[in-house]
Structures are given as structure tokens and as C-alpha cells.
Nanobody, 115 residues
Framework: QVQFVESGGGLVQPGGSLRLSCTTT????????MAWYRQAPGKQRELVAT???????NYADSVKGRFTISRDNAKNTVYLQMSSLKPEDTAVYYC?????????WGQGTQVTVSS
């Protein structure tokens, strides 16, 4: 059974940091491209960051220089290190994995940036 389980969300003050984790089971993790998306209330889901099976990364302009995506193939886990957080980063963050026609999502973790 394929499972993607996110963790690490919470409430943080502006300028603070959080690290999100997404641990997967049921897939050959090292073969998958992984990504983080987010969806704020009333807005469409947007791509935040991606990392390929070869460790190439890409970021949305809004998070470049503040967020870092990484992966640990031994732990079947992808991370999103978020720094210098802003109120506009408030959203539900979703983990995604895809390979060929296979595409999987986690259940999401809430990140709230507020003083």
C-alpha cells in the first residue's frame, strides 16, 4: 500500500523556520521525482519546490533563497526546510511523488505564519 505521510507543520512567527518531512512507503522512493505543493484558503494549489531522482532542484520564485528541498533515499523521505517565513507562506503543504504515470499525494500539513 502506497502512503505519503507529511509532518512538521505548525504555527510559527514571521521570520521563523520550520522543516517539513514526508515519509513514503510502498514505492521505490529513489526512482521518484518528489515535490512540495501548497494551497492557501481560496487559492489554487501551487508548486513550491521539486527534486528529481538525480537530486536536481527547482523552486517557485516566491520561495527561492528561503526554502530548501532535499531527500534521503535511505529513509524514503523528502524534506522542505523553510526559513524567513512570511504570513503569505500560510497554507496546507502537500507532498507529491511522481514517476511515469504514477502520481501520489500526501494528506497535507498545515503551516501558519502569524504573530
Amino acid at each position: 500500500q502506497v502512503q505519503f505521510v507529511e509532518s512538521g507543520g505548525g504555527l510559527v512567527q514571521p521570520g521563523g523556520s520550520l522543516r517539513l518531512s514526508c515519509t513514503t512507503t510502498g514505492i521505490i522512493f529513489r526512482l521518484y521525482a518528489m515535490a512540495w505543493y501548497r494551497q492557501a484558503p481560496g487559492k489554487q494549489r501551487e508548486l513550491v519546490a521539486t527534486i528529481t531522482s538525480g537530486d536536481s532542484t527547482n523552486y517557485a520564485d516566491s520561495v527561492k533563497g528561503r526554502f530548501t528541498i532535499s531527500r534521503d533515499n535511505a529513509k524514503n523521505t523528502v524534506y522542505l526546510q523553510m526559513s524567513s517565513l512570511k504570513p503569505e507562506d500560510t497554507a496546507v503543504y502537500y507532498c507529491n511523488g511522481n514517476r511515469s504515470s504514477r502520481n501520489y499525494w500526501g494528506q497535507g500539513t498545515q503551516v501558519t505564519v502569524s504573530s
